[in-house]
């Protein structure tokens, strides 16, 4: 039950990241790029995906519970150290050059284009790596 | 801007969040796919399956329509130094575009609205860099 119900939802998810068009770099650096040919896609789409989220995060806050009864965990809202930092700038370079993130990268392996996987290959050793480093597993 | 890209990121986005709430609402979980990723990488827990499901689920309507064939960045070196980036820089900054900035703005936090305005911030800077900043 819980796989099928984040099977849905991951299609819901992938369905909208390959509509929105974000699986395409080139869209994701237009954004970026305010001092060229600027494009706000972006921010529609990530302003969107919040807007739309916003309800069911208010009300399982408050809950406590999801509708299956499973155990919420959210994490703290308003904790801002070094790690958040310095982790937030890493990735925003990483992203910067590629205008790719690990959602789409999920998708772009489907490209069947060795960079694709390069990139993803790379990604996943970053994240073990600083999963090394850090004691907080998220 | 067209209107049809404009309404391609309006719905889009509305997927997406569609897909965040209703893994929040029923799994009680939250949609960021680097953390997914890292816990099924690094098998933190016996907890996988919702975590495969939602990959797996990721990726069902890019293989029935397809990616198209977009540009992606040139050369084997820019690939893995950029994806070590964003590896390490999402798992030591707890969360990427998913995590903070759909999932924890959605949360109010003040947390991820911070992330998420650094990650903007360096990659906007790191654009300009690339493109505009390198010509004589």
Redesign the interface.
Same mark, same amino acid.
């Given at each position: 039950m819980k796989f099928l119900t984040a099977l849905f939802a991951g299609i819901l998810f992938g369905g909208g990241l390959l509509i929105s068009g974000m699986t395409d770099p080139a869209n994701v650096l237009a954004f970026l790029d305010l001092f060229g040919e600027w494009r706000p896609q972006l921010a529609l789409v990530m302003g969107g995906a919040a807007l739309a989220a916003a309800p069911a995060f208010l009300y399982i806050r408050r809950r406590q519970r999801s509708l299956l009864g499973e155990a919420v965990t959210l994490s703290d809202r308003t904790k801002i150290d070094a790690p958040l930092v310095l982790g937030a700038s890493i990735f925003g370079v990483g992203w910067g050059l590629s205008g790719i993130c690990p959602g789409p990268g999920m998708l772009l392996l489907l490209s069947a284009q060795a960079t694709a996987w390069i990139f993803m290959a790379a990604l996943g050793a970053g994240l073990l790596l600083a999963g090394r480093l850090t004691s907080s597993p998220r | 801007?067209t209107s049809t890209?404009?309404l391609?990121?309006?719905?889009?986005?509305? +997927?997406?969040?569609?897909?965040?709430?209703?893994?929040?609402?029923?799994? @009680?979980?939250?949609?960021?796919?680097?953390?997914i990723?890292?816990?099924v990488?690094?098998a933190?827990t016996g907890e996988q399956?919702?975590?495969?499901?939602?990959?797996?689920?990721?990726? &069902?309507?890019?293989?029935l329509?397809?990616?198209?064939?977009?540009?992606?960045?040139? @050369?084997?070196p820019?690939? &893995?130094?950029?994806? +070590?980036?964003?590896?390490?820089?999402?798992?030591?900054?707890?969360?990427?575009?998913?995590?903070?900035?759909?999932?924890g703005?959605?949360?109010?936090?003040?947390?991820?609205l911070?992330?998420?305005l650094?990650?903007?911030?360096?990659?906007?800077?790191?654009?300009?860099i690339?493109?505009?900043g390198l010509r004589p």
């Open positions: - | 801007m890209s404009v391609n990121s309006l719905l889009g986005g509305l +997927l997406i969040g569609a897909g965040a709430a209703m893994l929040l609402l029923l799994n @009680g979980r939250v949609a960021g796919v680097s953390g990723l890292a816990n990488l690094g933190q399956g919702w975590r495969l499901g939602f990959l797996a689920g990721m990726l &069902v309507p890019a293989l329509y397809g990616v198209g064939h977009p540009l992606l960045p040139s @050369g084997w820019l690939a &893995v130094i950029a994806g +070590l980036l964003v590896g390490v820089g999402t798992r030591l900054g707890s969360g990427c575009t998913s995590g903070h900035g759909v999932c703005l959605a949360n109010l936090s003040a947390r991820s911070v992330a998420t650094i990650f903007m911030a360096t990659a906007i800077a790191t654009v300009f690339v493109r505009h």
